[in-house]
């Protein structure tokens, strides 16, 4: 005679759980930008007291107000995954971590074919980039912004929307779920590099969304946060030196 046992399942996160992860994941990026930006004025304000003028378009402006940000991000993204989520695995890649660089480049830049081939059908001539302006003045903004990106923008970033926000968001809601939302909230906040554009600005805003589930997906199967970060850095630099080149 055989008795039947029944087997535990995973509860079913409510939805109470669930809006309460997604106001934690809104509320670390908001943290992020205020600490910035407090940061940015920390690091701006003595050197306006000493007569130094800053051209609010101009590269040197961009970029040092750009480094406060990102630290901004690396701080809370650090300070989330240590003290909320109990640390995150960042390690020396493996042969496997490499070949998942390789996919996650392949599939970023497909992500950008795809704005390319958008870009034919829809009128993009009314969104202009921020840092595309910058660059039309002075090139080399380009080659800092791409050193830029593997040593500062590509490290903060990933440590806060894929360590922080979808290490959150993946407690309440899955990997893929986590992804998604990480993903939607990494592209809007880019809405702030766009000038104009009107609803168009959807269509870049959408490829970013795409790149930032390349990065969330690469980093959910390898475990290893060190793999996003060097995908999107060399993302990153790869579209700046290109800009620089071309331009």
Do not use: C
């Not at 971590?97 to 480049?105: A, M, N, S």
């Amino acid at each position: 005679m055989s008795t039947a046992v029944d087997t535990p399942s995973t509860p079913q996160p409510t939805t109470v759980a669930r809006i309460r992860a997604v106001i934690v994941a809104l509320a670390i990026v908001a943290a992020a930008i205020l600490l910035g930006v407090v940061l940015t004025i920390a690091a701006f304000v003595p050197v306006v007291a000493l007569g130094v003028q800053f051209d609010p378009s101009g590269s040197l402006f961009l970029v040092a107000s750009l480094i406060p940000s990102q630290l901004a991000f690396a701080i809370v993204g650090v300070l989330v995954v240590v003290v909320l989520l109990g640390g995150v695995s960042v390690r020396v890649p493996t042969r496997d971590d490499v070949k998942w660089v390789g996919i996650g480049l392949v599939a970023s830049f497909t992500a950008v074919g795809l704005l390319v081939v958008a870009s034919t059908i829809v009128d993009l001539s009314p969104i202009q980039s921020v840092v595309g302006e910058a660059g039309s003045v002075d090139p080399t903004i380009f080659v800092v912004l791409a050193l830029l990106s593997i040593f500062v923008i590509a490290p903060a970033e990933e440590v806060l929307f894929r360590g922080a926000v979808q290490g959150r968001l993946r407690e309440t809601f899955g990997p893929a779920a986590g992804i998604g939302l990480a993903s939607a909230i990494f592209a809007s906040l880019h809405a702030f590099n766009f000038v104009g554009g009107g609803w168009i600005i959807l269509v870049p805003l959408s490829a970013l969304f795409l790149v930032g589930a390349v990065f969330g997906y690469v980093y959910e199967r390898t475990q290893n946060l060190a793999v996003p970060i060097v995908v999107h850095g060399l993302y990153n630099a790869t579209l700046f030196l290109s800009s620089f080149v071309v331009g």
